[in-house]
């Protein structure tokens, strides 16, 4: 018989260390915020040094950070190495650093594209792939990359968006099967409309933004505080038995 946590203790993070890139912003920093709450000691990852300090202060706990271009495939090697200095190797890592063009089909560049593409899939592969090793010889670990509604539904301006976000589903799933009997779990959450840095656009303009909270179940757009449950179940024992999703964050948008 499998024992199982207390249920006061299922989502508790103590004694756990995570790597969160993208953190100073949007989603990323929401992540690594409530992580460190759980109790996690967290390595926050992005570009802008002062943002992450700016981060590093507001969260307290145990808290270090990365400056790292994680966009760059070259700087992972390094990356895997600097995040696991301050606290050791990571059991958790969240896949928060994204970008998202918005190039109409007829004008995708090659450029466009790459760094798309190299950001939203490249990087959470190979980033977890330097990762998984340490948290193979402990025998747990927790990867969690975002999806979104673009890994279902085609938008305007999203084709190499939507093709990284598709990616991601099939992503997670590949790395559930590789990984997951040496006790590392991978799961995506696909986060409808917050307002972040990337749909800013769309928060800019009341009444598109009226408009798709009125096509959710519930009638509102996302806050940042709706990511925080899912986050923690998924980072957690809470989902011991749970690998290869995608747990859809949106309000309901997806269902309708």
């Not at 995040?83 to 970008?99: C, E, K, L, Q, T």
């Not at 977890?128 to 890994?151: D, N, Y």
């Not at 009341?206 to 179940?233: H, M, V, W, Y």
Request: proline share 5%; aromatic share 8%; net charge negative.
């Amino acid at each position: 018989m499998t024992q199982t946590a207390a249920p006061s203790t299922l989502f508790d993070l103590s004694g756990r260390v995570a790597c969160v890139t993208g953190a100073t912003s949007g989603l990323g920093r929401q992540a690594a915020s409530v992580l460190v709450r759980a109790g996690a000691a967290v390595v926050g990852v992005a570009r802008r040094e002062a943002a992450l300090e700016d981060w590093r202060t507001e969260a307290g706990g145990q808290t270090a950070t990365v400056t790292c271009d994680v966009g760059n495939r070259e700087n992972l090697e390094a990356l895997a190495r600097d995040v696991s200095a301050p606290f050791g190797a990571p059991d958790i890592v969240i896949h928060a650093a994204g970008i998202n063009t918005r190039e109409p089909a007829d004008e995708v560049t090659p450029e466009g594209w790459d760094t798309t593409l190299s950001l939203n899939l490249s990087t959470p592969f190979f980033l977890s792939q330097a990762l998984a090793p340490a948290m193979s010889e402990k025998g747990w670990g927790r990867i969690v990359t975002f999806a979104s509604l673009q890994t279902w539904r085609a938008f305007p301006g999203g084709v190499s968006y939507g093709a990284s976000k598709g990616g991601i589903a099939q992503l997670t799933r590949a790395m559930a099967e590789a990984w997951s009997s040496r006790g590392i779990n991978a799961n995506a959450i696909g986060p409808g409309f917050f307002r972040t840095e990337l749909t800013a656009p769309v928060f800019d303009n009341p009444e598109l933004s009226r408009k798709l909270a009125d096509q959710t179940c519930i009638g509102r757009n996302g806050d940042l505080s709706d990511i925080d449950g899912p986050l923690l179940f998924l980072c957690s024992e809470a989902s011991a038995y749970v690998t290869g999703q995608v747990l859809m964050v949106d309000g309901g948008f997806t269902a309708k």
